[in-house]
């Protein structure tokens, strides 16, 4: 792993780090996989907190899977990511390894899917309670960091003051392009055309990293 991007300090950012984890059309193939859409895993970011039914069939075994057909509505109407994918391709798999290894820690993989950047992103700055590293896979996404936050307290507030504040970082990222965000950083994502990203978030090391905690990182191959 090219170390030059994680700093203990404060947030880095990199150019063209991995110009190929993942793409639109590796999203489609995991979206039409209809197991994989279940309710704790697939994350609506709905402005309305809509509420959805469906009818399911007597040879689907998971009722609270979303139907592809909406699915494929709903990511034209909002932000939508993906949580426990770090096992979704090989190539994500193998990077959440390489993280694991160097910096013993368990990380997962989120997938953050805007496909109109006209939609408003219902994240305002905020703070994460663990180390990120993002990457940019399609398209092009503002964001903005600013200085570490001593008072965890204030994180619902933390949105009304950074308006005021000067970031510390401020960069437009591309596809390839990786950012690494330290716990307590406050940040904001501003999709400027259609966003395909993967972050991967470490384990809350204040609650310990035990080893049953870790992935299997074994790749099958036939």
């Given at each position: 792993?090219?170390?030059?991007?994680?700093?203990?300090?404060s947030?880095n950012?990199?150019?063209?780090?991995?110009?190929?984890?993942?793409?639109?059309?590796e999203l489609?193939?995991?979206?039409?996989?209809?197991?994989?859409?279940?309710?704790?895993?697939?994350?609506?970011?709905?402005?309305?907190?809509?509420?959805?039914?469906?009818?399911?069939?007597?040879?689907?075994?998971?009722?609270?899977?979303?139907?592809?057909?909406?699915?494929?509505?709903?990511?034209?109407?909002?932000?939508?990511?993906?949580v426990?994918?770090s096992?979704?391709?090989?190539?994500?798999?193998?990077?959440?390894?390489?993280?694991?290894?160097?910096?013993?820690?368990?990380?997962?993989a989120?997938?953050?899917?805007?496909?109109?950047?006209?939609?408003?992103?219902?994240?305002?700055?905020?703070?994460?309670?663990?180390?990120?590293?993002?990457?940019?896979?399609?398209?092009?996404?503002?964001?903005?960091?600013?200085?570490k936050?001593?008072?965890?307290?204030?994180?619902?507030?933390?949105?009304?003051?950074?308006?005021?504040?000067?970031?510390?970082?401020?960069?437009?990222?591309?596809?390839?392009?990786?950012?690494?965000?330290?716990?307590?950083?406050?940040?904001?994502?501003?999709?400027?055309?259609?966003?395909?990203?993967?972050?991967?978030?470490?384990?809350?090391?204040?609650?310990?990293?035990?080893?049953?905690?870790?992935?299997?990182?074994?790749?099958?191959?036939?």
């Open positions: 792993m090219n170390t030059e991007l994680y700093c203990d300090i947030a950012y990199v150019k063209n780090y991995h110009p190929n984890l993942f793409s639109w059309i489609a193939d995991l979206i039409n996989i209809r197991p994989l859409l279940t309710q704790e895993r697939v994350k609506l970011l709905d402005p309305e907190n809509r509420f959805f039914q469906w009818y399911t069939n007597g040879w689907i075994k998971d009722k609270n899977t979303y139907p592809p057909s909406l699915i494929k509505c709903l990511l034209e109407e909002m932000v939508i990511y993906f426990d994918m096992r979704a391709t090989k190539k994500i798999n193998k990077f959440a390894s390489s993280i694991e290894d160097q910096y013993k820690c368990h990380v997962d989120h997938i953050y899917v805007c496909r109109d950047p006209k939609i408003e992103h219902p994240f305002a700055a905020h703070f994460d309670i663990s180390h990120n590293v993002i990457v940019q896979c399609e398209g092009k996404t503002n964001f903005k960091v600013w200085e936050v001593e008072d965890h307290k204030v994180k619902k507030q933390i949105h009304l003051n950074m308006s005021k504040e000067k970031p510390i970082l401020d960069v437009i990222m591309e596809t390839g392009d990786a950012l690494w965000i330290p716990k307590y950083y406050p940040h904001q994502a501003i999709s400027l055309t259609p966003r395909l990203s993967v972050s991967f978030p470490f384990v809350n090391d204040e609650n310990g990293t035990h080893e049953q905690s870790f992935e299997d990182r074994n790749w099958i191959t036939l």
